[in-house]
């Protein structure tokens, strides 16, 4: 029965053939660093989950995004929980993906024919630090405000456009509701949609190339 | 003997699976929870609402009243608006009915000419007691419990 079921879609979707394709190749000898990649994919998939089962109570707005959060730590049944896994899961990304970047520098695996994979993946870095900057002002409290004057502030001084650019990123001249608004699109929407394009590609080629094996003393 | 051993592939495919649904089991019950939380609870509660006093309320004809209660949703708190007539038949018999109409909840209103309350939505039509004379509602409007202290009537609001 099962099997008859397996057979029907495989022809149709080809697992087989799928399975080959993504995941059946050749890897280096086992060497715990190289996990790290699947370790951000992991944390950015967790991310991704807990992160749309917040904004089932979260509201962006100034008047009730702290109460909101407050009410998801303290109303809802696992609120605390889904909302920690969140919390601790961006900062062990931040970490993961970095280690992993560093990983990556140290056995030099960025070099042909891997180097896009490397522009990517620096890319994506970029992206997970825009993450954890636009999601720290989501609570609204008083860390998250006076951590974003400082942020945006930072890009305030750039020579020229400095004005400009503090005003793209805060909607305006000061850090207010629209401020809050974007930096919720800008974390729920715009972010991961890139990330995941990005991610995409990431994987694309590492399927393509395999991955690199640690150079050996001999090397 | 030989048979007896798992294999290397073998124990990594029934690791990975047994982790995983060690995984999304432990994800997966607060996860239900947290989504349907709003369903479990229970809200309810009942107030004495003071009307004030009964001369408000002169024999005969239905009188209108209107209160409001507010309530925490979440973060926010929402205020309601609740209402009904006063129908004085004697000095101390009375009956106190909810506007609400007993069909889909509109609110209805009365009408001095045809001594009736008619509801905005459907046009059912109701007696001045309560009763209908027309229209879908399945059953008379609801009546308010209510006490007279003194010369203050106040009725009984629940909820939930």
Redesign the interface.
């Known amino acids: 029965m099962w099997k008859k079921i397996y057979i029907w879609l495989d022809e149709r979707l080809g697992f087989d053939d799928m399975y080959k394709m993504l995941l059946d190749r050749p890897e280096p000898h086992g060497n715990w660093w190289n996990t790290l990649g699947s370790a951000s994919l992991f944390l950015f998939i967790m991310q991704g989950v807990t992160g749309i089962f917040l904004t089932v109570y979260y509201t962006p707005s100034p008047d009730h995004a702290y109460d909101s959060v407050q009410y998801i730590m303290n109303g809802v049944a696992f609120g605390w929980l889904i909302r920690g896994i969140h919390h601790w899961g961006a900062t062990l990304m931040v970490l993961v993906v970095f280690i992993h970047m560093l990983r990556v520098f140290f056995s030099a695996s960025y070099k042909y024919p891997r180097e896009l994979t490397w522009m990517v993946g620096s890319l994506l870095f970029l992206l997970t630090l825009g993450m954890g900057f636009t999601g720290y002002l989501l609570p609204f409290n008083q860390r998250a405000y006076w951590a974003t004057v400082v942020g945006t502030n930072i890009g305030g001084v750039v020579p020229g456009v400095g004005p400009f650019i503090l005003k793209a990123l805060r909607g305006g001249t000061d850090v207010s509701a629209l401020t809050l608004s974007r930096f919720f699109s800008i974390h729920i929407w715009m972010l991961p949609a890139t990330l995941a394009g990005s991610i995409g590609l990431h994987l694309y080629l590492i399927m393509r190339h395999g991955e690199s094996a640690h150079p050996t003393l001999d090397d | 003997m030989a048979s007896n051993r798992i294999s290397r592939r073998d124990f990594v495919k029934v690791t990975t699976a047994a982790l995983g649904s060690i995984m999304t089991v432990a994800m997966g019950i607060?996860?239900i929870?947290?989504?349907i939380?709003?369903a479990?609870k229970t809200e309810s509660g009942e107030a004495w609402i003071p009307l004030g006093p009964l001369e408000n309320f002169p024999i005969g004809t239905p009188t209108p009243f209107s209160f409001t209660r507010s309530n925490i949703n979440?973060?926010?708190k929402t205020v309601n608006s609740y209402g009904g007539f006063v129908i004085r038949e004697s000095d101390t018999d009375l009956v106190v009915l909810s506007s609400v109409c007993t069909h889909l909840g509109c609110t209805v209103y009365w009408l001095e000419d045809k001594q009736q309350y008619e509801c905005p939505c459907h046009g059912a039509h109701f007696t001045a007691e309560g009763e209908v004379i027309d229209g879908p509602p399945p059953r008379p409007l609801d009546e308010f419990e209510y006490r007279i202290e003194g010369d203050a009537l106040s009725i009984l609001f629940k909820k939930g």
């Open positions: 607060p996860v929870g947290y989504l939380d709003p479990l979440g973060w926010e």
